[in-house]
């Protein structure tokens, strides 16, 4: 559910050996799928590369667009690299210096999409790392005689079905700092006011965290109640379980060391619809974690998105970067229980039109002058 890089004052050690442990016994017993949820931490692959995406959008609605990728090692498979990639881009690979003094691959690719249709048809082909994501682009154009507007939004759709907005969780400055990139959260976290950036970023992850396991309950029970709403009675409905969700994340909490074992038996399945609707139930209940693990798990690698607009930009939900492009974060976080759009508009003067808009005002004016002069 969660692509989350390790925190400094983790054990990687122990929580690598923490997944491990968990991954076999889910192999081994499906339902312990829906107890590695509250396992937060996820470990990213040796093999994903550093990845920023940049399109710059034309005038015409033709996009430029380029990916560059830094990765340890000369490894660029395909299918690991986040976004659709063939033969068809332009490519140039170098051996660079990182700031570090590290020895790193840079693999540098452009390719020119005439239009936002191009890229879609390579996103409904996509056999890249994100391919299990469903994403888009859009791009509209609007004349409006001074001037001509233009909006561009690359859209991921959500993974869940009956989850909770973040912003149900989180006020606007923990949003803000929720969908920040990682260079300003770093930066500001170790500034002279990092004590109050530390504390805002502890909120955060608490609330984040708080957010997380809610979904993973309310879609279970979305799940279930569909799965069981032919047959089920009136204490059944998804309104009704959804009333009773808080109670249902009480019992989790309070039995989660064993979960396994008492999920297995039936033992929180009862506790939750009672024991008669717990033995008949038992399959779909079962079916519904699986359905709940495919839609939470989401395996996506991270990477930056940027955009350059053509004129002056007059709205964005992005984050303005050091060269002056636009910049979005691409986390599976974001996208988990609505969808991310990440959009921005611009616009550029019709020179044109002044022109005939002054030269007529001048006629107007000429005309007015001479009929007052004949008086």
Request: charged content about 30%; some cysteine; hydrophobic content about 40%.
């Given at each position: 559910?969660?692509?989350r890089?390790l925190?400094?004052?983790?054990?990687?050690?122990?929580?690598?050996?923490?997944?491990?442990?968990?991954?076999?016994?889910?192999?081994k017993?499906?339902?312990?799928?829906?107890?590695?949820?509250?396992?937060?931490?996820?470990?990213?692959?040796c093999?994903?590369?550093?990845?920023?995406v940049?399109?710059?959008?034309?005038?015409?609605?033709?996009?430029?667009?380029?990916?560059?990728?830094?990765?340890?090692?000369?490894?660029?498979?395909?299918?690991?690299?986040?976004?659709?990639f063939?033969?068809?881009?332009?490519?140039?690979?170098?051996?660079?210096?990182?700031?570090?003094?590290?020895?790193?691959?840079?693999k540098r690719?452009?390719k020119?999409f005439?239009s936002?249709?191009?890229?879609?048809?390579?996103?409904l082909a996509?056999?890249?790392?994100n391919?299990?994501?469903?994403?888009?682009?859009?791009?509209?154009?609007?004349?409006?005689?001074f001037?001509?507007?233009?909006?561009?939004?690359?859209?991921?759709?959500?993974t869940?079905?009956f989850?909770?907005?973040?912003?149900?969780f989180?006020?606007?400055?923990?949003?803000?700092?929720?969908?920040?990139?990682?260079?300003?959260?770093?930066?500001?976290?170790?500034?002279?006011d990092?004590l109050?950036?530390k504390?805002?970023?502890d909120?955060?992850?608490k609330?984040?965290?708080?957010?997380?396991?809610?979904?993973?309950?309310s879609?279970?029970?979305?799940?279930?109640?569909?799965?069981?709403?032919?047959?089920?009675g009136?204490?059944?409905?998804?309104?009704?379980?959804?009333a009773?969700?808080?109670?249902?994340?009480?019992?989790?909490?309070?039995?989660?060391?064993h979960?396994?074992?008492?999920?297995?038996?039936?033992?929180?399945?009862?506790?939750f619809?009672g024991?008669?609707?717990?033995l008949?139930?038992?399959?779909?209940?079962?079916?519904?974690?699986?359905?709940?693990?495919?839609?939470?798990?989401?395996d996506f690698?991270?990477y930056?998105?940027?955009?350059?607009?053509?004129?002056?930009?007059i709205?964005?939900?992005?984050?303005?970067?050091?060269?002056?492009?636009?910049?979005?974060?691409?986390?599976?976080d974001?996208?988990?229980?609505?969808?991310?759009e990440?959009?921005a508009?611009?616009?550029?003067?019709?020179k044109?039109?002044w022109?005939?808009?002054?030269?007529?005002?001048?006629?107007?004016m000429?005309?007015?002058?001479?009929?007052?002069?004949?008086?």
């Amino acid at each position: 559910m969660v692509n989350r890089k390790l925190k400094e004052g983790n054990n990687p050690g122990s929580l690598i050996k923490i997944m491990k442990d968990l991954i076999c016994n889910v192999m081994k017993n499906k339902s312990l799928k829906f107890a590695v949820f509250f396992i937060l931490v996820m470990i990213a692959s040796c093999d994903e590369p550093e990845t920023v995406v940049t399109n710059i959008i034309h005038p015409d609605g033709s996009v430029t667009r380029r990916i560059e990728m830094k990765n340890r090692e000369n490894k660029f498979k395909r299918s690991n690299i986040q976004v659709p990639f063939d033969t068809t881009w332009i490519v140039r690979d170098s051996l660079e210096i990182d700031e570090k003094g590290d020895t790193i691959w840079v693999k540098r690719a452009e390719k020119l999409f005439k239009s936002v249709d191009e890229i879609n048809r390579d996103y409904l082909a996509d056999s890249s790392s994100n391919k299990t994501v469903k994403r888009r682009t859009e791009f509209t154009k609007k004349f409006m005689w001074f001037n001509t507007e233009y909006r561009f939004a690359e859209i991921i759709d959500e993974t869940l079905l009956f989850g909770y907005p973040v912003s149900d969780f989180l006020n606007g400055e923990e949003l803000l700092w929720f969908y920040s990139p990682e260079n300003i959260i770093d930066k500001k976290t170790g500034s002279p006011d990092s004590l109050k950036y530390k504390s805002l970023n502890d909120t955060v992850n608490k609330k984040v965290e708080d957010w997380e396991v809610r979904n993973i309950v309310s879609e279970w029970i979305g799940t279930f109640a569909k799965l069981t709403e032919k047959s089920a009675g009136d204490d059944m409905t998804e309104g009704t379980l959804k009333a009773r969700e808080n109670e249902f994340i009480d019992i989790i909490a309070q039995n989660q060391e064993h979960f396994d074992s008492l999920w297995t038996n039936g033992y929180l399945l009862k506790e939750f619809i009672g024991e008669a609707n717990s033995l008949k139930y038992k399959t779909e209940a079962d079916s519904s974690i699986e359905m709940v693990s495919d839609r939470c798990w989401v395996d996506f690698s991270n990477y930056i998105q940027r955009a350059g607009m053509p004129g002056k930009v007059i709205g964005t939900n992005g984050f303005i970067d050091t060269t002056g492009l636009l910049l979005w974060p691409v986390k599976s976080d974001f996208f988990l229980t609505t969808p991310y759009e990440m959009w921005a508009e611009s616009k550029t003067p019709n020179k044109w039109a002044w022109i005939v808009t002054g030269a007529f005002l001048l006629f107007v004016m000429a005309v007015i002058n001479f009929k007052a002069m004949r008086k």
